[in-house]
């Protein structure tokens, strides 16, 4: 994939990593669509030259808004990264958190971001050349016990993101799954282990989003899915220690 002359809509492009992202691509002479829900940073953004689409994914109405916005002012949209998400850490076993809480978690993690995807397949068929790209976890290849939710709805992504690329195979759409290590953002505030930063990450898998990777990711977060899938006791270890 060539990583100039596109059009990107980047879900949760507002702050940490989708933002840096799109600084990146915006640098790299490609046409940036930031999607979030605050208003007030998206005005802000816009000074920076980005475009702007505000979007509650919890909210079908505004998903379907987006959709037209990106129909009618972008038609020719040819890449999506579905970045969007939200965290909440608490012993699911021992703490009765609020109904909506859990659905809130799934609903921006993935049934907001699976709604849009397939809204916007028929805009990235029109193109030459398309990439659908999700942002998922390590979490979701091994779950972590005070965030039970939010591994759930990593697994979730991670099992659509292959089920997306497989579907998409013979298309001008090729699908691949961006797996941050911890990353210093609004999401990790306050966890005291070591962080990357987000700028530091984006620049390195852009090699990796050039060349189309499956996964695009870092090494040690290569070595944690092996691991997960080979040795569940070593991974968990390695989560509890976090
Ligand atoms: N940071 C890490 O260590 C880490 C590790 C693995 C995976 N990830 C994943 O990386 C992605 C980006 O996270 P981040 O670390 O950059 O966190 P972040 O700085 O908190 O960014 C989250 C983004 O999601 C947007 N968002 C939240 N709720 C939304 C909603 N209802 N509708 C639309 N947009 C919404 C936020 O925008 P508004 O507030 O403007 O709506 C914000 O731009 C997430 O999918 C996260 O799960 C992060």
Redo the contacts with the bound molecule.
């Keep these: 994939m060539k990583l100039s002359g596109n059009t990107i809509l980047i879900?949760?492009?507002?702050?940490?990593?989708?933002?840096?992202l799109g600084k990146i691509l915006l640098a790299q002479d490609n046409k940036v669509i930031?999607?979030?829900?605050?208003k007030e940073?998206?005005q802000e953004l816009k000074q920076q030259g980005f475009e702007i689409i505000a979007?509650?994914?919890?909210?079908q109405e505004?998903i379907e808004n987006a959709v037209v916005i990106i129909q009618n002012q972008f038609p020719d949209l040819n890449m999506l990264f579905?970045?969007?998400?939200?965290?909440h850490n608490y012993m699911f076993t021992e703490t009765a958190v609020p109904p909506h809480r859990i659905r809130?978690e799934l609903?921006?993690?993935v049934t907001?971001q699976m709604i849009l995807t397939q809204l916007l397949i028929p805009v990235l068929s029109t193109v030459e050349k398309a990439m659908i790209v999700n942002?998922?976890?390590?979490?979701g290849a091994f779950p972590k016990t005070d965030g039970l939710v939010?591994s759930a709805?990593?697994a979730a992504?991670r099992n659509f993101t292959s089920g997306l690329r497989i579907a998409l195979k013979k298309t001008n759409i090729a699908v691949s799954e961006?797996?941050?290590?911890?990353?210093?953002?609004?999401?990790?505030r306050g966890?005291g282990e070591k962080?990357?930063s987000?700028a530091v990450l984006v620049k390195k898998i852009m090699p990796q989003l050039k060349k189309e990777k499956k996964i695009l990711t870092v090494p040690a977060m290569r070595m944690f899915l092996w691991i997960a899938f080979l040795f569940p006791g070593l991974a968990n270890k390695i989560l509890s220690k976090k």
């Design positions: 879900t949760g492009g507002t702050s940490g990593i989708g933002y840096e930031l999607l979030g829900r605050s940073k998206l979007c509650d994914l919890e909210n505004d579905n970045n969007a998400g939200v965290q809130q609903e921006i993690n907001g942002t998922t976890s390590g979490l939010y709805s990593k992504m961006f797996i941050p290590p911890v990353t210093d953002t609004g999401m990790t966890r962080k990357l987000a």
